[in-house]
């Protein structure tokens, strides 16, 4: 089964590693869910800029 994210920057944050932190929740990869954060995160990029949301595939 595959699993989908909608992942950001939180803008001014870092890690202990000096990375950016991202957030995002897993989701089941289903045309539904693939069909609402791609609405998600295509919002997000025109509030925050170009780039600033994205989606993450994995295998659970």
Request: aromatic content about 10%; overall charge negative; proline content about 5%.
């Given at each position: 089964m595959n699993e989908i994210r909608v992942a950001w920057n939180v803008i001014g944050?870092?890690?202990?590693?000096?990375e950016p932190i991202q957030g995002g929740l897993w989701h089941p990869d289903t045309p539904e869910n693939r069909e609402t954060l791609v609405i998600v995160m295509?919002?997000?990029?025109?509030?925050?800029?170009?780039?600033?949301?994205?989606?993450e595939e994995r295998q659970a």
């Open positions: 944050r870092r890690s202990i590693a000096d295509e919002s997000g990029n025109e509030s925050y800029g170009p780039e600033s949301h994205w989606i």
